[in-house]
C-alpha cells in the first residue's frame, strides 16, 4: 500500500460523511485531521465569512488558545490583513514565510508571536463556480516556512472538501427551511390541499380538505376520489386526474357530496407531481365555490325573472318575442302581444303597503297563469304592467277571448292578508304585421292599452295602424324613453326669472332635458308630447318634480343664491289621484320648504273639471306651495273661473309675445291680462323675451316679470352661479 492510498481513503470517508449529511462540525473535524495528515507539522484553522459585517472569523478549536481565537474574530476582509484577511479579500492564495517579517500581519503580527507561531499559509473557501465566498482554509507553523508546490495541492484540496460540505451544509440549512415553509403552507392553506396516487386513491389532505369535504382523513385515505362526487361530474372528474396523470395541469369545476348527501360546487386545480423526472402522483387543490355558484345562479335568474312574481322580465320577453317574431316570418304564424296595465293597483299599493302590493301582484300573476296555454309567454314588464306573448295566436277572434277571460279574471277579488282587494285592467292587443321589430309591437300593444284606458278602463283594444300618432323612429323613441330613467339620462336645466323693472331674480323655471346616448340632446318638444301620448309623462313629471326639490335644498344648504324654482305639471299629472299627498310625500323627504317650489299647470286643467282644479290648488297653497297659470290666454273659458283660483302668477302664452311689436290685436290681448290680472292680484309672467325691444314694451305695459334668452338660456345648475344677481335693467 502507497502512502497516498490511506490519504485517499480519507478523503473518500469525508465525502461519504458530506453525501450522509453528517454534522457539518464533524465533518469539518475530519478535514482538519486528513489537513494535517498532508501536511505535518501543521496547525489547520478554518475562519468562516459574514457577508453582512464583511470579515472572518476563527472557528474555535483545540489548537488555538483563546486569546487567539478572540484575535481572530471579526478580521477585516481587506488587500493586506493578514494571510487570510488577503487570501479572502484576493481570492487566491496567500503564503506569509514569516509573520516576524511580513507587513501584512501588522496589527496582528503581536497576538501571533505570542502564540508561537511564525509562518501561515491560506486559502480562500468557496463555492464551485468560485462566485461565493465562504471562508478560508488556513495552516500555521512554529517555525518560519514556504510551501512547495505539492504542500498547496493538498491545502487547496483540504479547502475544497471544506467548500463542499459547507455548501451542502447550507443547502441543506435551505431545503429543511424550504420544507417546514411548505409544510406549514400545505396544512394551514385555505384551500383544501390533497395527493392521490396513480390510481386515484386519496393519501393525504391537509386540514382544509377534511373540512370542505365533510370526511376526516381516516374517512376518505385510501378511497379513490370519484367517491365523494355527485355522479354526473364522475366523468368529468376523471378526465381532470387522468390529463395530471399525463403531465398536464387543468382547472376545472365539479360537485361533492357530503356524507349527508348534501351536495355542493368545487373549484379544483389538478397537476402532476414529479420526482427525478418522473411522475409519481397527483396534486390536487380544491376550494367551496357554492355561495359564489349561487350568486352567479342569482345574477342570471335576475337577468331573466321578474323578482316578486318570478315571471319573464322585459329583457327576457323580448328575447321571446324575437325569436317568435323570426319564426311566424318562415312558418306564417300570428303572432300577437297583449299589453295590460292594472287598474286601481297604486292606490293599494301606496295604502296598504308594498308587502301588500307584491303580494297582490303575485296573485295576479298566478290567475294569469292558470288562463294562458303552454305556448304563451307571460311577463311582468314594470310596477303593475304585464304583457303576454302568444307566439301562434290563431285568430283575432281567440286573443279577443282571451283578453276577455284575463279582465273578467282579474276583475274577482283577491283575497290578501284577510282583505278583499278589487282590482281591474285594461288590455292593448297589437299583431305582427310581417315587419314590425319586437320594441315596436311591445309599443303598439301599450298605445292600444292606453287608447282602452282612456275609454273607461276594464276594457281591451286593437291597435289601429290608422290612429298611430308617431312615426317608427317616434315609436322606438318612447322605447328609450323608458329606459332615460333608469339610465339617469334626464337632466334639469334652470332658466331665471327676472323681474322685470329691477333685473332682480325672482325664480327659476326647472325644465327637463334628455341626452340620448346615441342621438344627443333631444328637444323636449319632441319627447314630451311622446311622453305624454303613452302616460310616460307621470313617470318624467314625478322625476322632475324629486329633482328640482332636491337641488333646491342643496344649494339652500350649500349656501348658495336660493329662489323658487317653478316645475311644469302636465294635466294627466295633475289629475291623477294622490297628486297633493305625492307633493307633500316629496317635500317630507326632500326638507325643501314649500314656499320654494311653485307649480305650473296650463289653464286646459280648468276646461276638465274647474271646481277640482281650484280645490287641488287650495290644497298645494296649504302646503306653501303656490301654482301658476301657464299658456295664458289660449284657453276659452279661463275667465269664467280665474277669480276664483288661489294661483299666484299667470304667464302668458308665448305666441303673444313673438310679434308683439307688430301685432295690435296680441297688444290688446297683453294689456287685457296684464290689467285684468292685477285687479285680482296676481302677478304677470312673460316668456320668450329675446331683443330689448320686446323687455321694454311689457315693461311700459305693466308685466311683473319677463323670462327668455335676453337674460339667459336655459343652464344646468353648476353653471347658475356664472349668472350675475341682478340683470341689465333699461337704465
Not at 620 to 644: C, E, H, N, P
Request: hydrophobic content about 40%; some cysteine; proline content about 4%.
Amino acid at each position: 500500500m502507497t502512502v497516498q492510498q490511506p490519504l485517499f481513503q480519507t478523503q473518500q470517508k469525508i465525502q461519504e460523511m458530506i453525501a450522509e449529511h453528517r454534522p457539518l462540525d464533524e465533518v469539518l473535524t475530519e478535514i482538519t485531521r486528513f489537513a494535517e495528515e498532508m501536511l505535518p507539522g501543521a496547525l489547520v484553522s478554518l475562519m468562516c465569512y459574514d457577508g453582512e459585517r464583511g470579515t472572518i472569523s476563527l472557528v474555535p478549536n483545540d489548537r488555538f488558545s483563546l486569546r487567539f481565537t478572540e484575535a481572530m474574530s471579526d478580521v477585516p476582509v481587506g488587500a493586506d490583513v493578514g494571510a487570510c484577511g488577503s487570501a479572502a479579500y484576493h481570492r487566491s492564495t496567500i503564503v506569509t514565510p514569516d509573520i516576524q517579517t511580513d507587513f501584512r500581519w501588522e496589527g496582528y503580527r503581536s497576538v501571533a508571536l505570542d502564540e508561537g507561531l511564525r509562518a501561515c499559509w491560506s486559502v480562500p473557501i468557496q463555492s464551485s463556480e468560485g462566485d461565493v465566498l465562504l471562508g478560508t482554509f488556513a495552516t500555521y507553523y512554529h517555525e518560519p516556512t514556504s510551501p512547495s508546490e505539492a504542500d498547496l495541492f493538498n491545502l487547496q484540496q483540504a479547502a475544497a472538501l471544506a467548500a463542499l460540505a459547507i455548501v451542502r451544509e447550507q443547502d441543506l440549512r435551505r431545503y429543511r427551511d424550504l420544507t417546514a415553509r411548505y409544510q406549514s403552507l400545505y396544512e394551514h392553506h385555505p384551500d383544501g390541499v390533497y395527493e392521490f396516487d396513480l390510481q386515484g386513491y386519496l393519501q393525504r389532505g391537509n386540514e382544509a380538505f377534511a373540512r370542505i369535504i365533510g370526511y376526516s382523513q381516516q374517512q376518505y385515505q385510501g378511497h379513490h376520489f370519484n367517491e365523494f362526487v355527485a355522479p354526473e361530474f364522475q366523468e368529468l372528474t376523471l378526465r381532470a386526474f387522468e390529463q395530471a396523470w399525463a403531465g398536464g395541469r387543468l382547472t376545472y369545476e365539479t360537485r361533492g357530496i357530503f356524507p349527508s348527501g348534501e351536495p355542493y360546487d368545487l373549484e379544483v386545480t389538478n397537476f402532476p407531481v414529479i420526482v427525478d423526472g418522473e411522475i409519481v402522483g397527483v396534486f390536487g387543490i380544491c376550494r367551496d365555490i357554492t355561495d359564489r355558484k349561487e350568486q352567479e345562479r342569482q345574477i342570471a335568474y335576475h337577468a331573466t325573472y321578474d323578482v316578486v312574481t318570478g315571471l319573464f322580465n322585459r329583457v327576457a320577453f323580448e328575447e321571446w318575442l324575437l325569436g317568435a317574431l323570426r319564426g311566424a316570418r318562415k312558418n306564417g304564424a300570428l303572432v300577437a302581444v297583449m299589453y295590460l296595465d292594472l287598474d286601481g293597483f297604486k292606490p293599494i299599493n301606496e295604502g296598504f303597503g308594498h308587502r301588500m302590493g307584491n303580494t297582490l301582484l303575485q296573485g295576479v300573476a298566478e290567475r294569469l297563469q292558470e288562463l294562458i296555454d303552454t305556448d304563451t309567454v307571460l311577463s311582468r314588464l314594470v310596477a303593475d304592467e304585464f304583457v303576454l306573448l302568444l307566439p301562434d295566436a290563431g285568430s283575432t277572434g281567440q286573443v279577443e277571448r282571451l283578453a276577455s277571460e284575463i279582465l273578467e279574471a282579474l276583475s274577482r277579488p283577491f283575497e290578501v292578508e284577510g282583505r278583499a282587494l278589487h282590482l281591474s285592467a285594461s288590455a292593448g292587443l297589437a299583431l305582427d304585421d310581417g315587419r314590425a321589430q319586437a320594441p315596436i309591437l311591445i309599443q303598439h300593444a301599450d298605445i292600444a292599452m292606453e287608447a282602452a284606458k282612456s275609454r273607461g278602463m276594464n276594457t281591451w283594444h286593437w291597435y289601429e295602424d290608422e290612429r298611430r300618432p308617431a312615426t317608427q323612429d317616434e315609436i322606438l323613441l318612447r322605447h328609450d324613453l323608458r329606459l332615460a330613467l333608469d339610465r339617469n339620462e334626464l337632466e334639469l336645466h334652470y332658466q331665471p326669472l327676472v323681474d322685470a323693472v329691477t333685473g332682480e331674480w325672482h325664480g327659476v323655471e326647472a325644465l327637463v332635458r334628455w341626452h340620448h346616448p346615441e342621438r344627443g340632446m333631444i328637444s323636449p318638444s319632441v319627447f314630451i308630447p311622446l311622453a305624454e301620448q303613452t302616460g310616460q309623462i307621470i313617470e318624467v313629471g314625478r322625476w322632475v318634480l324629486r329633482r328640482a326639490c332636491e337641488d333646491g335644498i342643496k344649494r339652500w344648504r350649500e349656501g348658495y343664491r336660493v329662489v323658487p324654482a317653478s316645475v311644469n305639471i302636465s294635466t294627466m299629472q295633475f289629475r291623477r289621484r294622490n297628486f297633493v299627498e305625492e307633493v307633500e310625500g316629496i317635500l317630507a323627504e326632500t326638507g325643501l320648504p314649500g314656499h320654494l317650489l311653485e307649480l305650473e299647470v296650463t289653464e286646459g286643467v280648468l276646461m276638465e273639471d274647474a271646481r277640482e282644479t281650484i280645490e287641488l290648488m287650495k290644497q298645494l297653497k296649504a302646503l306653501g306651495v303656490s301654482v301658476s297659470i301657464d299658456d295664458f290666454g289660449t284657453g276659452y273659458s279661463s275667465l269664467r273661473y280665474l277669480r276664483d283660483l288661489p294661483a299666484s302668477k299667470v304667464k302668458l302664452d308665448i305666441s303673444f309675445i313673438r310679434d308683439i311689436l307688430t301685432n295690435p290685436d296680441n297688444m290688446a290681448i297683453v294689456q287685457g291680462i296684464i290689467t285684468m290680472a292685477h285687479h285680482m292680484g296676481l302677478k304677470v309672467v312673460a316668456e320668450g323675451i329675446e331683443t330689448e325691444q320686446q323687455r321694454d314694451d311689457l315693461i311700459a305695459r305693466g308685466c311683473d316679470l319677463l323670462q327668455g334668452f335676453l337674460f339667459s338660456r336655459a343652464l344646468p345648475l353648476a353653471e347658475m352661479d356664472f349668472l350675475p344677481d341682478r340683470f341689465p335693467d333699461r337704465s
